[in-house]
């Protein structure tokens, strides 16, 4: 059997533990890389005050069910009140575990809405590819959250993307994940097959999503300014040569160190790359 093959018949075999227990430790290949601007790591706490690489362990330790729970959910075409009331759960039980620090909640309703699609793939009997995780999510849920994304958010990143006219997570989401499927994966297979270890894959990935997205994130915290700023960034980091000329990560460290100072964090782009991380785990092929 080729290599190929034994992937997609491997693919086949997935079930919704597999799929779950994969966004978990997607969840845990964002939070191993370092340097990474702003955000928190196993070195330190980037941008945040309030939280570390502990608080995102207790936090993924409670939402290690979730991912299995929606991923069910999805197998049986449940609907998306089903889903959002899932995401909910997951949510308080993420503010129990942190003591009411935001650590996941853009993950577990991005990650949760991939989970279901493989999960309706899996009981579809398709193979996993990003093409097909777009189409089900589109075809099972589309409706939904087009409705989803009219709604007024008072979230923080949903007030900042309402002041800024930028596209919400919500819209990201009714859009199929442009950000995630037109340049994360693509971004993260390029950087493999350019024979990029495993942590400057994701370093270049990374910056490829700061340089494109409307991280609310960035613009809750430092306005149209910092997301300007941060992208500027991103894009002269990858201009540059990105990871593979960066021998011992002095730039991107530089980078971290300037949005620290600025007190900036791209959550919304550490919430993409641990999608992107997650498709890698989990697809037959990532593009």
């Not at 993924?60 to 991923?71: D, E, T």
Request: proline share 3%.
């Amino acid at each position: 059997m080729s290599h190929g093959a034994h992937r997609a018949t491997h693919a086949l075999r997935l079930t919704v533990a597999d799929i779950g227990r994969a966004a978990t430790l997607a969840l845990h290949d964002e939070l191993e890389l370092a340097p990474k601007p702003g955000l928190v790591s196993f070195i330190d706490s980037g941008s945040h005050a309030d939280m570390d690489a502990h608080t995102f362990m207790r936090s993924l330790f409670a939402l290690r069910h979730y991912f299995v729970q929606i991923a069910a959910l999805g197998e049986a075409h449940a609907p998306f009140e089903a889903l959002e009331h899932c995401g909910i759960a997951a949510e308080q039980r993420m503010l129990a575990a942190t003591g009411g620090i935001n650590t996941h909640r853009g993950a577990i309703f991005t990650l949760g809405l991939l989970c279901a699609s493989a999960g309706a793939l899996v009981r579809e009997g398709q193979p996993l590819s990003p093409h097909a995780l777009r189409t089900a999510l589109r075809r099972h849920w589309g409706d939904a959250l087009h409705t989803r994304s009219r709604r007024v958010s008072m979230l923080p990143g949903g007030v900042a993307a309402r002041r800024y006219g930028l596209r919400s997570a919500s819209e990201e989401a009714a859009l199929g994940f442009p950000v995630l499927f037109d340049i994360a994966v693509p971004a993260l297979a390029a950087a493999t097959r350019c024979g990029l270890d495993s942590q400057r894959a994701r370093l270049d990935t990374l910056f490829a999503i700061m340089a494109s997205l409307d991280d609310s994130n960035l613009a809750h915290r430092g306005g149209l300014a910092g997301l300007h700023h941060a992208r500027h960034a991103a894009r002269g980091y990858l201009e540059r040569g990105g990871a593979a000329t960066d021998k011992h990560f002095e730039a991107a460290w530089a980078i971290h160190r300037d949005f620290v100072a600025r007190r900036l964090s791209p959550g919304g782009a550490a919430d993409t790359l641990a999608a992107a991380c997650w498709m890698r785990r989990i697809c037959t092929r990532l593009a």
